[in-house]
């Protein structure tokens, strides 16, 4: 379907670029419902969906995105399928920064995922590199 490429998405949202929120929410979800991974930070899965990390992930995956992960800071993410859902739980670290972890975290995910890792291997894989992210000042 997509040539054997694995097509990922960050929500990344900009409400106020688009003619209305309504439009905003329209196209974003429309688009996670194409991508192989979507990813959404707790607020914007909100946005999205109306609804808290869990369900958010899983009205995301019903919708059609392949992988769904909802990220909530310090307490991990939150990941659904169209089969399965759960957790994952970060690295204990000492935050100093929170710039560059969503990217990280998508890095992670998605050389994992590429790598043929578990899904549950990327997702690990995913919160250790935002943990990096965090424990440093700036972007790495």
């Not at 929500?11 to 670029?17: D, I, S, T």
């Not at 979800?29 to 808290?52: C, M, P, Q, V, Y």
């Not at 859902?85 to 590429?114: H, K, Q, Y």
Request: hydrophobic share 50%.
């Amino acid at each position: 379907e997509h040539a054997g490429a694995l097509l990922s998405g960050d929500a990344n949202l900009r409400p106020h670029l688009w003619e209305s929120h309504d439009v905003c929410r329209q196209h974003v979800t429309w688009l996670a419902s194409h991508l192989d991974i979507f990813k959404a930070n707790e607020g914007e899965g909100r946005f999205l969906t109306g609804a808290e990390p869990e369900e958010a992930a899983r009205q995301l995956a019903q919708r059609g995105a392949g992988l769904a992960v909802v990220t909530v800071g310090e307490r991990g993410a939150v990941w659904a399928t169209a089969e399965s859902s759960g957790w994952i739980e970060p690295p204990e670290v000492t935050a100093v920064d929170a710039i560059g972890a969503g990217d990280a975290f998508m890095s992670g995910l998605i050389a994992a995922r590429l790598a043929a890792a578990t899904l549950e291997a990327a997702l690990e894989n995913a919160t250790r590199m935002a943990g990096l992210a965090v424990a440093r000042v700036g972007a790495v």
